[in-house]
T-cell receptor
Framework: DGGITQSPKYLFRKEGQNVTLSCEQN?????MYWYRQDPGQGLRLIYY???????QKGDIAEGYSVSREKKESFPLTVTSAQKNPTAFYLC?????????????FGPGTRLTVL | AQSVAQPEDQVNVAEGNPLTVKCTYS??????LFWYVQYPNRGLQFLLK??????LVKGSYGFEAEFNKSQTSFHLKKPSALVSDSALYFC?????????????FGKGNQVVVIP
């Protein structure tokens, strides 16, 4: 997990609220990713960014938004439009956009809707 | 399209016995294959990857994996399992054309090592 931090570790949200999950990296990596993990479903890609001020939707982007204003930071906002947001959220980075690069993961944020 | 199948939900093995976690993949071009391990409420830790070259890849913590192109498989192995190897294991694949840095993950295998 070293070099990638996610905060908070646990987050509780009331229905109808937007919440923002933080992902910061000091690895000088270009590409950053957000995944959602649900039991028995593996990891599903929400959004990814290959460069500052640019990002693309992944497979399950509805109800989420992101920004990439700085190379080090890629925050994820879970909006009230996301119908089932309770999950474990993982941020990852790769050094470049090369296909051979390894993705490295942060420690995760567990979001629970009350 | 790129995809991964991990056919077994859970693998039980006695401590000291060999451990195998199965993975098959589907890609259009050359496969780049990865294995990760996850402990409860933690992020994924990288174990090893296959890009090209020797079909037997050695990684962290005594794990290795064998790439088999004809069977489109990349099974993870460890000769002698430890109780501390009990965790969730993910196989992932990326289709090897430039600019594609999206990974496709399998659903994961829960490994339980019995003392």
């Amino acid at each position: 997990d070293g070099g990638i931090t996610q905060s908070p570790k646990y987050l509780f949200r009331k229905e109808g609220q937007n919440v923002t999950l933080s992902c910061e990296q000091n690895l000088n990596h270009d590409a950053m990713y957000w995944y959602r993990q649900d039991p028995g479903q593996g990891l599903r890609l929400i959004y990814y960014s290959q460069i500052v001020n640019d990002f693309q939707k992944g497979d399950i982007a509805e109800g989420y938004s992101v920004s990439r204003e700085k190379k080090e930071s890629f925050p994820l906002t879970v909006t009230s439009a996301q119908k089932n947001p309770t999950a474990f959220y993982l941020c990852a980075t790769t050094g470049t956009e090369r296909s051979t690069d390894t993705q490295y993961f942060g420690p995760g944020t567990r979001l629970t809707v009350l | 399209a790129q995809s991964v199948a991990q056919p077994e939900d859970q693998v039980n093995v006695a401590e000291g016995n060999p451990l195998t976690v199965k993975c098959t993949y589907s890609v259009s071009g050359n496969p780049y294959l990865f294995w990760y391990v996850q402990y409860p409420n933690r992020g994924l830790q990288f174990l090893l990857k296959y890009i090209t070259g020797d079909n037997l890849v050695k990684g962290s913590y005594g794990f290795e994996a064998e790439f088999n192109k004809s069977q489109t498989s990349f099974h993870l192995k460890k000769p002698s399992a430890l109780v501390s190897d009990s965790a969730l294991y993910f196989c992932a694949v990326r289709d090897g054309y430039y600019g594609n840095n999206r990974l496709a993950f399998g659903k994961g295998n829960q490994v339980v090592v019995i003392p």
